[in-house]
């Protein structure tokens, strides 16, 4: 895992939760990096349903260049490099 990319929005837990972990997998890993979009800034809804015409939710993260889902899905990916796993 190189390159986190995070769909998001403002006043959103689930949101800050991926943004918190991507900061911590990035002091532990020089070569990580993430980018944050967030909703009415960086993307529209019209983006965000051609992207990811079945998701209802935020965020929606593209690892290395996969979508890989919420944050639900992504957790355990995140937490196992920030532990070191």
Known sequence: MKKVVI?????CNFCV??????KQ?????????YTVLKLGE?????DFTALF???RTV???IVDDVH???WDEWKPQALAKIKGV
């Open 59 to 61: 965020p929606q993260l």
């Open 42 to 46: 960086d993307y529209q809804i019209e």
């Open 7 to 11: 769909y998001s929005k403002e006043n």
């Open 68 to 70: 890989v889902g919420g």
């Open 25 to 33: 997998i990035a002091l532990i890993d020089e070569d990580f990096q």
């Open 53 to 55: 015409p079945y998701a």
């Open 17 to 22: 939760q991926a943004e918190r972990a991507c």
